[in-house]
Structures are given as structure tokens and as C-alpha cells.
């Protein structure tokens, strides 16, 4: 929760090629206090079954930067060797057909600017080549 001197962050995921959360998705949340300082690591956390971080910790006080790091490859990799694979791909051609030896997408970083007393709800709509981030509510 944020307060007058701090921002908060809160961040989900959303596969739009399975039109489902993404759950198992692992994400760290890194900070500092200025464009020119260093990255400061706060902690991790893994999305639900909702694809919701519920646990992400509190930023400090004089946070300018956040970033979040989300570790796409494993689920990426996991939803496709899955039962339901057909009905995720679509019509969408397979990893393999683009020269891609995993997830065309590893990883993903979101870097944003926060001012304090304010709340940011950054999701993450993620599909196997493409993926969006807006500042939600």
C-alpha cells in the first residue's frame, strides 16, 4: 500500500493466446532512486492461479524506478508441452517454425517512473511472440 512518501506496486499476468491468467510466473520487483542509480533487487514472487503477485514487498521511500522482471521461458515452455496446446497455438506457428530453440520471449523487463502517495498496477498481456504493459487501476 502506498502512503504520502512511498508508491506500491501490484502487477498481473494475462496469456491472451490461452485467454487466461498465467499462473507460475516468476517475478522480481527492483528499485532505485534516480535515473542514475543503481538497481536495488526488493524481492520476488510467483503469479496465482488468478495470475496475480499479491505478495510483492513495499517500495522504499524515494523510489523514482521500478522495474519487473518476469520470467517468461519456463511458463512459455510448460503451456506448450501442455494437453491444451492445439487449442493455445491456434493457428499461430509453432516456436520451431520461427528458428526459435524456446520461448521467443525468456524473459521480460518493464521499467517505469512512480511518484510518491501513488499506486501502480502495471499488468502484463503476454502471448508467445508479443507481449503489452499499461498502467491499469
Not at 58 to 67: D, F, N
Request: overall charge negative; aromatic content about 8%; hydrophobic content about 35%.
Amino acid at each position: 500500500m502506498s502512503t504520502h512518501t512511498t508508491a506500491s506496486v501490484s502487477t498481473h499476468i494475462l496469456d491472451t493466446s490461452a485467454g487466461r491468467p498465467a499462473e507460475g510466473v516468476a517475478v522480481s520487483l527492483s528499485a532505485r532512486s534516480g535515473a542514475g542509480a543503481g538497481w536495488r533487487a526488493l524481492g520476488a514472487s510467483a503469479t496465482d492461479a488468478d495470475g496475480r503477485c499479491k505478495d510483492l514487498p513495499a517500495l522504499p521511500e524515494g523510489t523514482t524506478h521500478v522495474r519487473l522482471d518476469f520470467a517468461t521461458e519456463e511458463y512459455l515452455l510448460r503451456r506448450d508441452a501442455g494437453p491444451q496446446q492445439a487449442d493455445v497455438q491456434q493457428d499461430a506457428p509453432a516456436n520451431r517454425d520461427s528458428g526459435a530453440t524456446g520461448a521467443f520471449f525468456p524473459e521480460v523487463a518493464i521499467t517505469f517512473a512512480v511518484v510518491p502517495g501513488e499506486h501502480y498496477h502495471v499488468p502484463l498481456l503476454l502471448n508467445p511472440f508479443g507481449y503489452s504493459v499499461y498502467r491499469g487501476s
